[in-house]
């Protein structure tokens, strides 16, 4: 092996790291905001909305993630092409006819990537929302309601700022999980760590070596975030630390 | 269309098998396993407690994807194996065993780091009283070990689904599962009512499962709940 390939290579697998590093940061962020959507569904007082988010979130979490990763690459150029050729839904009374131009058919697979990595880090994320939602004491809720603050208000000045010390323990080990979970976009043609690591493999026939050097980036993802979080979870209950110490 | 359908599912069927096997024998290898691991992680051998956390460092921080296809296409770089050792090699090369493998050492990792913290969760009175009827050890583990294990149901449960989820990736070791089967009707057919079906098939065995293991729980937790 001369050392210009191992040196190139080398780059190419840092390359393929921030790949999967975008994806991950990508679907965390997307992902929040959804979980958050699903949490706030979820809570809907119109009961057939929350038993549907229930429902929608359950089938996602009982699903295969490779599935979720496959279905959603394959399913979402099929949609394209059923608006594309126009189709039309019976409404109770009225026919509604869809129909639009794509001139583009061609999703990147990151999008799709992004895409159903978000969607499953929502459907464990949003429940653990709904429980770090329940730990903030009602009292908070009333007395913002007392002094007259909008239901929107309430939620982003008050609730959520309360909300990440419960929940960021959880986010974080679904974070965790995330960026396992990116490894299998590499099935739908993403130039990730696994897929630049089957390239490799392909000229220097040493798999062991080649997926021996992927898992250990992996490893070093993984052993980061965790020191990271560790940090963020100190400083979240700073607050708290204080109190005790008051007593 | 209704044909169709069932033609689809008749030939998905076929998939359910392995799917169905590589999750039981993992599921009890692995349980088996980590009992064995939460018990040396009480031992007072500091190389043995190191090498465990190690090895469940490295289980849980890496994909499980990487650790199918190492065990799988790794040994194929090592000709020595197959000339001195053929019976590992033979093991080794078998797409289920090597499933299995992985799945098992996988998952015992991640049910180590469950039934361990169970037994951490254990009041400190519990071992202190052991300790005054003058248990040893292994005598105050037959004690607490049972009583940890059924605190550690739910979170067991939710692990024995992430196995069977865990088997729809060793397609891409060319076994042929439930997702082996999905991804073949869908390069022969390219519809997304496969995908609904083997998505379906999925959540019946994991509600099931799940079921399942809600009732167990029920059981097992009776003495707590007047």
Redesign the interface.
């Known amino acids: 092996m001369s050392q210009w390939f191992l040196d190139s290579s080398f780059t190419l697998l840092l390359k393929a790291s921030g790949v999967t590093l975008y994806l991950a940061l990508s679907s965390l962020l997307l992902g929040l905001l959804l979980a958050l959507v699903f949490a706030v569904l979820e809570a809907n007082s119109f009961r057939w909305v929350a038993k549907t988010t229930t429902l929608l979130v359950m089938i996602i979490r009982g699903l295969p993630e490779i599935l979720v990763v496959i279905a959603i690459y394959n399913g979402i150029p099929m949609i394209l092409n059923a608006i594309a050729d126009g189709f039309t839904m019976h409404l109770f009374i009225t026919d509604i006819t869809i129909q639009h131009n794509i001139e583009n058919f061609d999703i990147s697979p990151i999008i799709c990537g992004i895409i159903a990595l978000s969607l499953l880090y929502a459907s464990y994320a949003s429940q653990t929302l709904r429980g770090a939602f329940k730990a903030i004491s009602p009292g908070q809720r009333q007395a913002a309601q007392v002094l007259g603050l909008s239901k929107a208000r309430i939620l982003w000045r008050i609730e959520l700022p309360q909300l990440w010390r419960h929940a960021l323990p959880g986010l974080g080990n679904q974070w965790l999980v995330l960026l396992k979970d990116t490894a299998l976009v590499s099935l739908i043609t993403v130039n990730d760590i696994m897929m630049q690591t089957l390239s490799i493999i392909s000229y220097t026939k040493q798999p062991f070596s080649g997926y021996l050097m992927a898992a250990s980036l992996y490893l070093l993802i993984s052993v980061i975030s965790q020191w990271f979080l560790k940090k963020l979870e100190k400083k979240s209950l700073y607050f708290e630390q204080g109190a005790s110490y008051a007593r | 269309m209704l044909d169709k359908l069932l033609n689809y599912t008749s030939i998905l069927i076929k998939g359910l098998p392995t799917t169905i096997s590589l999750s039981v024998a993992a599921i009890i290898a692995a349980c088996l396993l980590s009992i064995v691991l939460t018990i040396l992680l009480n031992s007072q051998h500091k190389l043995l407690i190191a090498s465990i956390k190690f090895y469940i460092?490295?289980f849980t921080?890496?994909?499980?994807?990487?650790?199918i296809?190492?065990i799988y296409?790794?040994?194929?770089?090592?000709p020595a194996i197959r000339e001195n050792w053929p019976l590992v090699w033979s093991l080794i090369s078998h797409p289920w065993m090597c499933a299995f493998i992985a799945l098992t050492l996988n998952s015992a990792a991640y049910t180590t780091q469950i039934f361990y913290g169970a037994l951490k969760a254990i009041p400190q009175g519990q071992w202190q009283a052991c300790a005054v009827l003058g248990m040893n050890k292994s005598q105050t583990l037959k004690i607490i070990m049972p009583y940890a294990f059924k605190r550690a149901i739910s979170s067991y449960s939710n692990e024995i689904?992430f196995v069977?989820?865990?088997?729809?990736?060793v397609?891409?070791i060319t076994l042929m599962d439930l997702?082996g089967y999905?991804?073949f009707l869908?390069g022969r057919y390219?519809e997304?009512s496969i995908?609904m079906i083997?998505?379906g098939i999925?959540?019946l065995i994991?509600?099931l499962l799940s079921a399942m293991m809600r009732s167990v729980e029920k059981k097992a937790l009776a003495f707590e709940t007047p």
């Open positions: 460092l490295i921080g890496t994909p499980l994807l990487v650790q296809i190492i296409y790794g040994p194929t770089q090592f689904i069977v989820k865990g088997t729809a990736l397609s891409t997702m999905n991804q869908n390219y997304f995908f083997t998505g999925y959540l994991n509600g």
